[in-house]
């Protein structure tokens, strides 16, 4: 088994910035996209960005140009630079990890979620 912790967060005033990390307890442990996900308070959980191992990334429309995501594969970390904050990145922060063993068999690995606030 394997498990992310993130780390980071916290509070901030609009167009400041964040950064969050995740690290996997174990670097053998493969993660084909990892990404972070966030929940604001009575929405759903969305998909902020996601990167590949071989580097390549995917935004939502809403943090384009703003937030920066960033992996080391070695290391089996991921990180989220949050730049230009707005009140509407608040929530709740999920690290995630996907693994696929085989066709049709795959498994999403979740941190146990850390809190962003931002203020105006």
């Known amino acids: 088994q394997v498990q992310l912790v993130e780390s980071g967060g916290g509070l901030a005033q609009a167009g400041r910035s964040l950064t969050l990390s995740c690290a996997a307890s174990r670097r053998d442990f493969s993660f084909n996209p990892m990404g972070w996900y966030r929940q604001a308070p009575g929405k759903q959980r969305e998909l902020v960005a996601s990167?590949?191992?071989?580097?390549?990334?995917n935004y939502a429309e809403s943090v384009k140009g703003r937030f920066t995501i960033s992996r080391d594969n070695a290391k089996n970390t991921v990180g989220l630079q949050m730049n230009n904050l707005k009140p509407e990145d608040t929530g709740v922060y999920y690290c995630?990890?996907?693994?696929?063993?085989?066709?049709?068999?795959?498994?999403?690995?979740w941190g146990q979620g850390i809190q962003v606030t931002v203020s105006s």
């Open positions: 990167i590949t191992t071989a580097g390549s990334t």
């Open positions: 995630n990890g996907h693994v696929s063993y085989g066709p049709g068999l795959t498994e999403d690995y």
